[in-house]
């Protein structure tokens, strides 16, 4: 008996179907005539996801010089308390 392999791109798509509201692993695995290898790809899933860097450095443009805006332009309210 020879095993099978899947493609990521495929993988991805059954983990992304576990994931949507109200689809049980069970369902999408029986769907795609698979069975408990799915919990798996799921939890491998999961561990990449959470060693992805909390912080990603971002380019950004030139900052803008002082006196294009002036504090006139500027306002911030906040409300003191409930009102009816």
């Known amino acids: 008996m020879q095993r099978r392999s899947y493609s990521t791109a495929f993988k ?5 179907e576990c994931g949507q509201p109200g689809a049980s692993v069970a369902s999408v695995a029986l769907s795609h005539g698979i069975n408990t290898i799915v919990h798996k790809w799921i939890r491998t899933a999961r561990s990449q996801v ?17 006196g294009y805006a002036s504090r006139a332009d500027i306002r911030i309210d906040i409300p003191i308390g409930a009102q009816p």
């Open 50 to 66: 959470e060693t992805l860097p909390a912080f990603i450095p971002l380019a950004l443009d030139a900052p803008v010089r002082a």
């Open 12 to 16: 991805a798509q059954v983990v992304q």
